[in-house]
């Protein structure tokens, strides 16, 4: 079975759900192979042992087949007032400088991109008041074109943006963090309709 690797922090863990976020949901509902690499607090920036960087390269077996590789665009860097940086012209992996926001996101789409020769995709959270958070979602449309990466956009979504506040309050514990029924009947939808799960599931059951 080849799996689908998220890497991400306490959104991609499911911190305010008692753990069992979309990625869980995911897995028991298409019966598809899901890792889940995901620890609260940590950011994409390589600012120690449980950074994005560190946890892929460490945690995250290099054999393993891989069908997608999936990153959260953390909230943490934004929060933290981590330095954007600038994009570089560059596509080797040395070469990119993982004390930014931009040069990890470089990273990781190298690296995942050639330990496990997949797609990669990144997801961003949906919207809050962020001037930072923007910047972040900005930079990773300047790096779409350049890796060919799939971009999972809730922060932009129209309708996510404009849910009734009554839906809001059940489907978010707070800005930043959805609820269990925030992921099943908000999130989930998303990352089904991007993958198309729905037609792969048929036809592997046809």
């Known amino acids: 079975m ?9 959104v991609t863990y499911g911190s305010a759900a008692g753990g069992h976020s979309f990625v869980d949901m995911l897995a028991e509902k298409h019966q598809i192979g899901c890792i889940k690499e ?51 012209v560059s596509k080797k992996l040395e070469d990119f400088d993982t004390s930014t926001i931009i040069g990890a996101m470089e990273y990781i789409i190298c690296y995942a991109a050639v330990t496990w020769q997949c797609p990669v995709t990144f997801y961003t959270n949906t919207y809050y008041d ?39 309050d059940r489907y978010m514990a707070d800005v930043i963090h959805p609820t269990e029924l925030g992921y099943r009947e908000w999130w989930m939808p998303k990352f089904e309709t991007f993958f198309d799960f729905k037609k ?3 036809k592997e059951n046809n």
Request: hydrophobic content about 35%.
């Open 130 to 168: 962020s001037e930072n958070y923007q910047q972040m979602v900005d930079l990773l449309y300047q790096l779409k074109d350049k890796w060919n990466i799939g971009i999972i956009d809730l922060w932009n979504d129209e309708k996510m943006r404009n849910v009734q506040k009554d839906k809001y």
């Open 38 to 88: 995901a620890v609260s607090g940590t950011t994409l920036v390589d600012n120690g042992p449980n950074s994005y960087v560190q946890r892929m390269i460490l945690n995250l077996d290099k054999k393993m087949e891989c069908e997608q590789f999936i990153c959260q665009l953390s909230t943490n860097d934004a929060t933290q007032g981590m330095p954007l940086g600038v994009a570089s």
């Open 2 to 10: 080849k799996n689908y690797i998220f890497l991400g922090s306490s």
């Open 200 to 202: 792969k599931f048929n």
